[in-house]
């Protein structure tokens, strides 16, 4: 598995990944996706022996005070095998000097053990006086 920061995403694949685990929200709007990830402050990719892109994370920062993971997806294929961490560790490592980072994730027990074993905590479960809002707008 090749495992590196990369700026370049073809449309194709990114819409082929994101339908491969069911984010529709992001592949009904092409241009908006291929947007999102251009835009992005550091997007990491997962590729197959065949050059196949298997997964990625995106995420934006300022690169001194907070890191916000947008997207960390991985194909169903390969789910279970590390890729996801190793993805989220570039993340990471990328931006270790920053205290905080930040993502928002489903309700889903596996992914809550996922990011609870890489170190994140729940705002409900933070030792400190935090809450977290969030805002949607159509």
């Not at 999102?36 to 997007?43: H, L």
């Not at 993502?103 to 030792?127: P, V």
Request: glycine content about 6%; charged content about 25%; aromatic content about 8%.
């Amino acid at each position: 598995m090749d495992i590196r920061i990369a700026r370049e995403v073809g449309e194709d694949e990114a819409i082929a990944l994101y339908d491969a685990v069911g984010w529709t929200a992001y592949t009904r709007s092409p241009d908006t996706l291929t947007t999102a990830i251009a835009n992005s402050t550091i997007v990491v990719t997962a590729r197959d022996q065949h050059g196949q892109l298997v997964g990625l994370a995106r995420a934006l920062s300022d690169d001194a005070t907070i890191l916000y993971l947008q997207d960390l997806l991985v194909h169903p294929a390969h789910q279970r095998t590390g890729v996801g961490r190793q993805l989220l560790t570039v993340c990471l490592e990328r931006y270790r000097h920053v205290r905080q980072k930040v993502l928002l994730t489903d309700d889903d027990e596996a992914q809550h053990r996922f990011y609870e074993e890489l170190g994140y905590t729940t705002t409900a479960d933070a030792d400190a006086p935090l809450h977290a809002f969030v805002r949607f707008d159509p």
